[in-house]
């Protein structure tokens, strides 16, 4: 089985920095890309940030030059930094994992349990 737990969140005045963290843990043979998602009341989950197993990262508009996605293989952990915070990233912010298990080829994908953001003063 495979867990991810994510940690970092919090309520932060606007302009604050927060970093989230994601660790995946369990019967992993490869993890090829890690990502952070988030959701806000009313609205879709979107895309905020990604990074595959070869370095490549991507972003969402809203959050490109404020935002910096990071992993650290050997952890199997994966960083958002977020700087210059306004109140609309105020979410709630999931990791998400596509990986292989240990004696699988399938790709299969796992989400976080989510975890508050709040920029407000």
């Known amino acids: 089985q495979v867990q991810l737990v994510e940690s970092g969140g919090g309520l932060v005045q606007p302009g604050g920095s927060l970093r989230l963290s994601c660790v995946a843990s369990g019967s992993i043979s490869s993890i090829l890309v890690m990502g952070w998602h988030r959701q806000a009341p009313g609205k879709q989950r979107e895309l905020v940030a990604v990074?595959?197993?070869?370095?490549?990262?991507n972003y969402a508009d809203s959050v490109k030059g404020r935002f910096t996605i990071s992993r650290d293989n050997a952890k199997n952990t994966v960083y958002l930094q977020m700087n210059s915070l306004k109140p609309e990233d105020t979410a709630v912010y999931y990791c998400n994992v596509l990986l292989r298990k240990r004696g699988y080829l399938s790709v299969d994908e796992y989400w976080g349990q989510g975890t508050q953001v709040t920029v407000s003063s």
């Open positions: 990074t595959t197993s070869g370095g490549s990262t």
